[in-house]
């Protein structure tokens, strides 16, 4: 009998790895890429990951590469970067060098289409479909650089005083929004500037006693902003076309490139316990219609975009959402799910216990 069980562990502890490597599909090992204590999933912080035509562009080490839905490797380069932020748009992958204040324009080849360095470094970049934006300062004033998928710039914004909370620019590059945070007498006041591509300001809008949690432009001539207890669409010319009042704590905002809107709300745990209790995504379309409410029994980690569909994952637990909010699908997987990237053909790639994994969620 010893005998038999010895066999037995020997024989498990030879195919286990075998069976598990087939389980996951395939990994990387970030290496000091991605530190989990302390990793952030919200689009602005400094990762080297991003969602090209439904591939995941990612950094490893000093490797960018460009991968399939199922892990394959298209193409790899070395760039020597030691603080990387990728970000995609339509036809280009953007790759900002944080640390030397440069910009690299790549094709989906992998090869350099351009580069260019904003005027004031970047402190914080991002992309809206066909334009990449970079948030600097200059002496007491917060820097607005727009730049097209050619690297060329189109707009540069100077924003006095207030804080700098966020960007948008509109798919033709004709608007650019930005919100702004100020305290005065212990208030807090949000604020919304809509500039055009020339610099001038076209309106201002303040909200007292409230933030500004999010702005996007839901098309060419259409603004929707998100305050702590509203969510609003708003003309270029200034005027409310709809909103909607906002029951809850917002913990979480995705404003999809085609226009709809997923909040996360929960019940305000600054006075109860951090991790307990249940959460709700609420989706809504351009004209601030309710396509669907999700009731989770955990906190969410992350709200993320995929083609035609939203991703909602907490815990070991995946939610796909299409975005007419019909149909979701539930998914659980062996770890836990820091970052979670929609992929081309059903395939996910997700971040967990510090190493990358790409599998099908069919």
């Not at 069976?19 to 689009?43: M, T």
């Not at 690299?104 to 360095?117: E, H, N, P």
């Not at 591509?197 to 603004?223: C, P, Q, T």
């Amino acid at each position: 009998m010893a005998l038999l069980i010895l066999a037995a562990v020997v024989i498990t502890c030879l195919a286990y790895p075998f069976f598990y490597s087939a389980l996951l599909k395939k990994e990387f090992n970030p290496n000091n890429l991605i530190r989990v204590s302390d990793f952030k999933s919200n689009g602005e912080t400094r990762e080297g990951f991003a969602v090209f035509s439904g591939k995941l562009a990612s950094f490893q080490g000093t490797t960018l590469k460009l991968q399939a839905g199922d892990g394959d490797t298209l193409w790899e380069r070395r760039m020597d970067i030691k603080e990387p932020f990728i970000a995609a748009l339509e036809d280009i992958i953007a790759v900002a060098d944080m640390e030397k204040g440069i910009i690299y324009g790549i094709d989906g080849q992998g090869q350099d289409l351009w580069q260019t360095a904003p005027a004031s470094g970047i402190i914080r970049m991002g992309t809206d479909g066909r334009h990449i934006w970079v948030i600097s300062r200059q002496r007491e004033q917060a820097v607005v650089e727009v730049f097209n998928q050619s690297g060329i710039k189109i707009s540069y914004l100077q924003i006095d005083g207030a804080e700098l909370t966020g960007v948008s620019v509109s798919r033709e590059g004709a608007f650019t929004a930005v919100s702004t945070a100020s305290v005065k007498d212990g208030s807090i006041t949000g604020s919304v500037i809509l500039y055009n591509s020339d610099g001038a300001i076209l309106w201002a809008k303040s909200y007292r006693d409230s933030l500004v949690m999010g702005i996007g432009f839901a098309d060419e001539h259409s603004l929707i902003i998100l305050t702590e207890e509203t969510l609003m669409s708003l003309s270029t010319g200034g005027d409310i076309r709809w909103q909607r009042e906002i029951e809850g704590y917002i913990t979480r905002l995705l404003l999809t490139d085609k226009g709809v809107t997923a909040i996360n709300l929960s019940d305000d745990y600054r006075n109860g316990v951090p991790g307990s209790g249940t959460d709700e995504t609420v989706l809504y379309d351009r004209e601030g219609n309710q396509l669907g409410r999700f009731r989770h029994n955990e906190r969410i980690t992350g709200l993320t975009e995929g083609q035609y569909c939203i991703g909602i994952y907490s815990g070991r637990r995946l939610k796909k959402v299409p975005l007419d909010g019909r149909e979701a699908s539930d998914k659980e997987f062996d770890g836990d799910l820091m970052a979670v990237y929609l992929l081309e053909n059903n395939f996910i790639a997700y971040i967990s216990a510090d190493k990358l994994y790409f599998e099908s969620v069919l």
